[in-house]
């Protein structure tokens, strides 16, 4: 399906590709190819960091760890490691750098990225 933007300039050639990336996301959608989103995202990255080392994790493969705490019901939670309150940015946060926020924590670094951290929060916030 083209777009009916024809591009004359630098500008005009950016608002194409946007029409036209726009259209592209619309017709995999329709084709059930949606795009992941933050959630989805987020349950793969828990496996791709191996969190269930750790920790177990509800519908994450491979999760059945025993020494961090259980993570079933996390979006209920007040609060993270008992201290911070239980937010989005906290959370991310958490997660990217656990120790800047409780400096004493047992939780190591994994080197999650803003994004990777964001998504695993958004899916540990989803669990209810």
Same mark, same amino acid.
């Given at each position: 399906?083209?777009?009916? #933007?024809? =591009?004359?300039? &630098?500008?005009? &050639? &950016?608002?194409?590709?946007?029409?036209?990336?726009? #259209?592209?996301?619309?017709?995999?959608?329709?084709?059930? =190819?949606?795009?992941?989103?933050? #959630?989805?995202?987020?349950?793969?990255?828990? =496996?791709? @960091?191996?969190?269930?080392?750790?920790?177990?994790?509800?519908?994450?493969?491979?999760?059945?760890?025993?020494?961090?705490?259980?993570?079933?019901?996390?979006?209920?939670?007040? @609060?993270? +490691?008992?201290?911070?309150?239980?937010?989005?940015?906290?959370?991310?946060?958490?997660? +990217?750098?656990?120790?800047?926020?409780?400096?004493?924590?047992?939780?190591?670094?994994?080197? +999650?990225?803003?994004?990777?951290?964001?998504?695993?929060?958004? @899916?540990?916030?989803?669990?209810?």
């Amino acid at each position: 399906m083209p777009c009916s #933007v024809v =591009a004359t300039s &630098k500008q005009t &050639k &950016k608002m194409r590709a946007a029409c036209c990336g726009g #259209v592209a996301g619309l017709l995999l959608s329709a084709c059930g =190819a949606a795009p992941e989103t933050g #959630v989805e995202r987020g349950q793969r990255l828990l =496996a791709q @960091y191996q969190c269930g080392v750790c920790h177990s994790i509800p519908a994450a493969p491979g999760s059945v760890g025993r020494v961090g705490p259980s993570l079933a019901a996390f979006g209920l939670r007040s @609060y993270i +490691a008992g201290e911070i309150p239980n937010r989005p940015d906290t959370l991310a946060r958490w997660i +990217a750098e656990p120790a800047s926020l409780v400096p004493e924590t047992l939780m190591p670094d994994m080197g +999650a990225s803003d994004a990777d951290a964001r998504d695993m929060a958004a @899916y540990l916030l989803a669990l209810d």
